[in-house]
């Protein structure tokens, strides 16, 4: 059975900093993983989506990694924002369109 | 990507009670998706609603409990009946689209009840 984790499980930095943020996923045989922001109480919005055949996709600060013989993705944050204060989750997708989230990383960016 | 429009956003419901949720899509899509979040915990799939066929649940969610309709290719609905404090969550439409864009979700629907 799938397990995503994801460490840290909250993090603050003061802004400018470069952040890394990890998943993890026991079972290595995924066909999509997708980074995901969620604001407190509200829906989620899609960063970045990786393909299996794709080793990383950037989109604009955000650049996101996978390694799936290893069972790992990383979000690397560049000179984040008090505006990327949020939780982020990850979630892979193991065959039928269905998602297993991780337990995301509360974000916390000081002005 | 799609455009997910989700009502109520938010609502406060005396146990015992049913809400409906409805999620529209602003374009044609086959796939779509319930998911649940309770208070600090991640999203768990309630149900995939594909059009012209039954929903089909994860386990732990019953038709009974969660009924769903997906009447056409850009809508759904997503019943709680019989709410209980338990049920207090938030609840999200997705939808699965092809051509890189992947699971886009609607703006949630916040469900308190007491």
């Known amino acids: 059975k799938q397990e995503v984790t994801q460490i840290p499980a909250a993090l603050s930095v003061p802004e400018g900093e470069n952040l890394v943020l990890n998943c993890s996923f026991t079972d290595s045989a995924i066909y999509n993983l997708q980074w995901f922001r969620q604001d407190p109480g509200k829906g989620l919005t899609s960063l970045l989506l990786i393909q299996s055949s794709q080793r990383e996709q950037t989109s604009g600060r955000l650049n996101a990694s996978l390694d799936k013989s290893s069972g790992r993705s990383t979000l690397y944050i560049a000179a984040s924002q008090p505006g990327d204060s949020a939780t982020y989750l990850c979630?892979?997708?193991?065959?039928?369109?269905?998602?297993?989230f991780g337990t995301g990383t509360r974000l916390k960016v000081l002005a | 990507s799609a455009v997910i429009s989700q009502k109520p956003s938010r609502d406060i419901c005396q146990r015992g009670t049913s809400l409906t949720i409805q999620c529209q899509v602003d374009?044609?899509?086959?796939?779509m998706f319930w998911y649940r979040q309770q208070p600090g915990q991640s999203l768990t799939l309630i149900a995939t609603a594909n059009q012209g066929s039954e929903a089909t649940y994860e386990s732990g969610f019953v038709i009974d409990k969660f009924p769903i309709s997906r009447p056409n290719l850009t809508f759904s609905t997503l019943t709680v009946s019989n709410m209980s404090p338990e049920d207090s969550s938030i609840y999200l439409c997705s939808v699965w689209e092809q051509g890189g864009y992947g699971y886009t979700f609607g703006s949630g629907t916040r469900l308190t009840v007491v």
């Open positions: 979630a892979v997708e193991s065959g039928t369109y269905k998602y297993i």
């Open positions: 374009s044609q899509v086959t796939m």
